[in-house]
């Protein structure tokens, strides 16, 4: 029996291969919202994301035949080809817009001009961390009642077990375990996620 959960290594190693189209279809389901979601936090003008998405996924699989896992870590390549391929855009589109207008913050700037791509990387891990805990949550919210999505929600926001219990009108003793059983299972998706997908 086939294992469902690919390792990042083989689908790496898979998608190296031109001729493995559905290793291509797996890197793409896995890796366009992620990227998409880091545009987001880019750039400010949101109508571009989604041919800079296919930009930058079309670079991906122009370079990936020529990754190699020993040179870098494939989150801190990744995160270059994404850096490069805004910087065009940049470029491109600074001819009409300042590129302050289509940036972020300034702290953006900063990082995507920066010499060494220490904050880059740092960004892009704190991006990803983000990214496999929504879609964790996304995996698992089927297995649990609305009651226990909820009580982990207020939970994350820090309410009261007692106000929660309240307001759910349940009791402590509830909310506590409903609250435990989402978070063990997030965290075990989680797990299941960097197995798959971790860089």
Excluded at 152 to 170: C, H, K, S, T
Aim: proline share 3%; aromatic share 12%.
């Amino acid at each position: 029996m086939t294992d469902p959960y690919v390792t990042r290594q083989t689908l790496l190693q898979r998608v190296q291969n031109p001729d493995d189209e559905r290793a291509w279809e797996d890197f793409v389901a896995y890796y366009e919202n992620f990227i998409y979601m880091v545009l987001r936090r880019m750039c400010y003008n949101h109508e571009d994301h989604p041919d800079l998405v296919q930009d930058i996924l079309l670079k991906l699989w122009e370079k990936l035949k020529t990754y190699d896992v020993e040179k870098s870590k494939f989150r801190t390549w990744l995160g270059t080809v994404i850096r490069n391929t805004f910087i065009n855009y940049l470029d491109k589109k600074s001819r009409r817009q300042k590129r302050e207008d289509l940036i972020s913050d300034p702290s953006m700037r900063e990082m995507l001009y920066a010499e060494n791509g220490d904050e880059l990387d740092l960004f892009i891990h704190r991006e990803w961390e983000l990214y496999a805990r929504t879609l964790a949550m996304e995996r698992i919210k089927d297995h649990f009642s609305e009651k226990a999505l909820m009580v982990f929600d207020r939970m994350l926001d820090n309410i009261p077990v007692g106000q929660i219990a309240e307001e759910l009108d349940l009791g402590s003793s509830s909310v506590y375990k409903m609250g435990e059983r989402v978070k063990n299972r997030l965290r075990e998706e989680i797990k299941l996620i960097r197995k798959e997908l971790e860089f």
